[in-house]
């Protein structure tokens, strides 16, 4: 498929994802955001693709916020609806993947750059990255998920006064935060992103889909949580992984999985 502003590109299980907009500093535009869904689902639903890093092009940023000139006089109605399709098409949509996406944030991830790093399910960053939610100085707020997700990384303290000062963090101070879970000098980041890809390759695909569910079953209201993981748990051993799984352990080898 041909894109405008991203490259997808798949190479030994892994498709990344680069958003390649570095004149706008990767800003997100409706566009943009069309066409992160197209190849977000194409690579979920693609077989041979186990495992999904978005970046961003350039050594400047990973996404440097959402393209204000497009919404800049939108009313109540248009405002909310921009959030909702956000929502529906990218932010949610990455964040339930069945396929792991890694966020390799190789420089500012600002505002809906950030939302996107925390809707994937976990984040690496370049020494250079610097990350922040700066909705309130246009006297909006973060409606990308922003509020809900950086209060469950860091925790409700730290997410206020992130989101209220509109203030940026360094990549030290996100590791600390728990905000990303490694940080390296840039030329490392993309190799570290493989090295974990292929960590994960090894294991069932089938499997870590039902860990991803579980998981995010945590935060969703009125879900209980333990509840679904039991389900999820039951499910894994009606499948082929299960079988091949325990069947290479028992037999002193590696498992050899199906896949998706």
């Given at each position: 498929?041909?894109?405008?502003n991203i490259l997808s590109e798949h190479s ?41 890093i978005i970046t961003g092009s350039g050594e ?62 976990f984040r690496l960053a370049s020494d250079n ?132």
């Amino acid at each position: 498929m041909n894109y405008e502003n991203i490259l997808s590109e798949h190479s030994n299980g892994i498709t990344t994802i680069t958003i390649n907009r570095p004149k706008k500093l990767n800003a997100l535009n409706r566009a943009t955001i069309q066409e992160l869904h197209d190849a977000f689902e194409a690579a979920d639903t693609d077989g041979d693709t186990k495992v999904i890093i978005i970046t961003g092009s350039g050594e400047k940023a990973f996404v440097a916020g959402a393209d204000i000139s497009e919404f800049a006089d939108f009313n109540v109605e248009e405002g909310g609806d921009l959030a909702a399709y956000g929502h529906e098409i990218l932010f949610d949509f990455v964040a339930n993947l069945s396929t792991p996406v890694i966020a390799a944030v190789n420089g500012f991830a600002l505002g809906g750059g950030l939302e996107l790093a925390m809707a994937s399910h976990f984040r690496l960053a370049s020494d250079n990255a610097k990350m922040g939610l700066p909705e309130v100085s246009l006297g909006v707020i973060p409606g990308y998920g922003g509020t809900q997700r950086l209060p469950q990384l860091v925790g409700k303290g730290r997410a206020m006064e992130m989101i209220m000062t509109a203030g940026m963090i360094d990549a030290n101070k996100a590791l600390s935060y728990g905000l990303v879970n490694h940080v390296v000098p840039q030329e490392e980041l993309l190799p570290l992103a493989e090295k974990i890809a292929s960590k994960i390759m090894r294991n069932s695909s089938v499997a870590i889909a039902e860990a991803i569910g579980a998981i995010n079953a945590n935060y969703d209201d009125g879900v209980n949580g333990f509840e679904v993981e039991i389900e999820a748990f039951g499910n894994c051993f009606g499948t082929e992984d299960f079988v091949e799984g325990t069947t290479a352990f028992l037999e002193k080898r590696k498992a050899d999985f199906p896949g998706k």
